[in-house]
């Protein structure tokens, strides 16, 4: 799965916010057509001939109702908890008189099963007050999963429990929250059953995993700044080790589904366990980029208290990402 991009590259140099909306407007517009495309491609009823037909499918999201109709059901839940994620951040900044862009959306068709690497809002000026850097960074974690939990209840009431089947199949990543709400909806799974996932469930599934992302305490990341607006200056240590810590994931990973390959009793291949791996030394990589472009220290903030309910609203998001952690994002089985 290719990964839904943190969008808190907050103060690198995206563009002057609130100098214009038309690249906003285009890029929205791409990544609309790209989630529809995809919807329609993955989870539709669409019969291609060749290869060339999955090029003409986003075209036709432009005037076929029947390739609009297909994508809808992924598309539009998906689409719908980015743009409140982006708006609890744009909101929190304006309130806080912060200069923030418009929302870029990042489209990004067949490399990614949403069709989209998320959003990212551009902030040029450092945030210097610390319930403001607090306010900001946790609006967007929380404002998306006040959609995504619907989103995904609906979803998995719509999804059946069905066996296993042996061939090529998809396991998406596991999380506490996700797996209560799998037994809220469905009660107790037995072995050898899984739940097949209704698009409304995969919009909701992803949507957890981007609120997973953004929580890191990483960086500039919605989770960096809530940890720096909680601890200070030392969570800049703290950071750099828990960015080296993703190296640790991906080996976990690669350790997890390979030594059953090694030993005979999986069928995976090594080639599948590097990919179903991949993704958390992507996310290091991108991380490591972001460092090197924005600093390896968070900016700090001037001098102040944080106010006792935003210190309960920043230890509330690190719980939140416990909950949201999926050690392996997705699991591909030929």
Known sequence: MADLAPE?????????????????????VLTVISSFGTGALYWGTLKLDGPLDMFFVFVRVLFDPEVIAAGAPLAVPLLSILIVHELGHLVAARLHHVPASLPYFLPLPML?????????IGMNNRIRSRNALLDIGAAGPIAGL??????????LAHSPVLPIEPGPHTVEGQSILYW????????????GYDVVLHPTALAG??????TMLNLMPIGQLDGGHVAYALFGPAQDKVSLWLRRSLLLVFVYNLL???????????SMGYWFVFMN???WLLLYGLLQLMSALGGHEHPPYEPGPLSPWRRVLAWFCLVLLVLLFMPTIMTNYP
Request: hydrophobic content about 50%; glycine content about 14%.
């Open 277 to 279: 791996s991949v993704s």
């Open 180 to 191: 209560l709400m799998k037994w809220l909806v469905h009660g107790f799974i037995p072995s």
């Open 146 to 155: 006040v959609v995504t939990i619907p989103v995904l209840a609906w979803g």
């Open 205 to 210: 599934w992803g949507g957890l995993l981007i």
């Open 8 to 28: 808190s590259a907050r103060d690198s140099v995206i563009d002057e916010p609130g100098s214009g909306w038309r690249l906003n407007l285009v890029l929205f």
């Open 256 to 266: 997890r589904l390979g030594i059953p390959v090694a030993l005979g009793r999986s």
């Open 112 to 120: 990614s099963p949403f069709g989209t690497a998320g959003a990212v």
